[in-house]
Nanobody, 131 residues
Framework: QQKVVESGGGSVQPGESLRLSCTASELTFADAAVGWFRQVPGKEREGVACISWRDTNTYYADSVKGRFTISRDASKNTLDLQMNNLKPEDTAMYYC????????????????????????WGPGTQVTVSS
């Protein structure tokens, strides 16, 4: 069964950093685009960062540009999200996923919708930023 598991979340103060990691079973991150998404209660899941199939480009939500970096290690089949200068508005549950899109990633295709994400969502990892 295809499965992803996120880790690395925690409670930090504004300005601090966290590095999230994602591992997969029965799923190969190199076979498609991949991304990180986040959700807060009462709101839709939003795309934070995506990297295209074959690593040709990356997409970042405007709110995280310059602070977050997505990376994929095909040899380890892992996906990471380095988050620097965290802000209270980054507080959310973070999820990783593959994205069934094989061209350049953009806002339209870095979305956590069923037509793009072909497998069950993982448990997520909570990120809380507060002073």
């Amino acid at each position: 069964q295809q499965k992803v598991v996120e880790s690395g979340g925690g409670s930090v103060q504004p300005g601090e950093s966290l590095r999230l990691s994602c591992t997969a079973s029965e799923l190969t991150f190199a076979d498609a685009a991949v991304g990180w998404f986040r959700q807060v209660p009462g709101k839709e899941r939003e795309g934070v960062a995506c990297i295209s199939w074959r690593d040709t480009n990356t997409y970042y939500a405007d709110s995280v540009k310059g602070r977050f970096t997505i990376s994929r290690d095909a040899s380890k089949n892992t996906l990471d999200l380095q988050m620097n200068n965290l802000k209270p508005e980054d507080t959310a549950m973070y999820y990783c996923a593959t994205v069934l899109w094989f061209s350049a990633v953009d806002k339209e295709h870095c979305r956590g919708v069923p037509t793009l994400v072909p497998h069950p969502w993982g448990p997520g990892t909570q990120v809380t930023v507060s002073s």
